[in-house]
């Protein structure tokens, strides 16, 4: 396994980001197991880290879409504060009218 191979083998079992892999890597790294003979079958299936990282961005943006923003909470809140003191007012006025 090449170096960088066993970099991205590190960061993907570990979870971390390459850079930190990078600085762990060289404990588990054996320069003499060499380049294997023969033909090599790439295959290009993404490693289940990659699919969990994967799943776990898509369900964050799904959190993101369903969220209201603080920005949204305080107008809705203004807005029914406004409101109920408009109804006050009207209840004080019609209070006075009949005394």
Request: include cysteine; charged fraction near 35%.
């Amino acid at each position: 396994m090449s170096w960088i191979a066993h970099v991205k083998a590190v960061a993907a079992e570990k979870g971390i980001p390459f850079k930190e892999a990078l600085k762990i890597a060289g404990a588990t790294y054996n320069k003499s197991s060499g380049k294997k003979q023969g033909k090599t079958k790439k295959t290009h299936k993404k490693s289940s880290a990659k699919k969990t990282q994967k799943k776990r961005m898509n369900e964050q943006e799904n959190n993101n879409d369903s969220c209201v923003s603080m920005e949204d909470i305080y107008k809705l809140l203004t807005d029914m504060q406004q409101q109920m003191k408009r109804q006050t007012d009207e209840i004080l006025r019609e209070i006075r009218k009949k005394s």
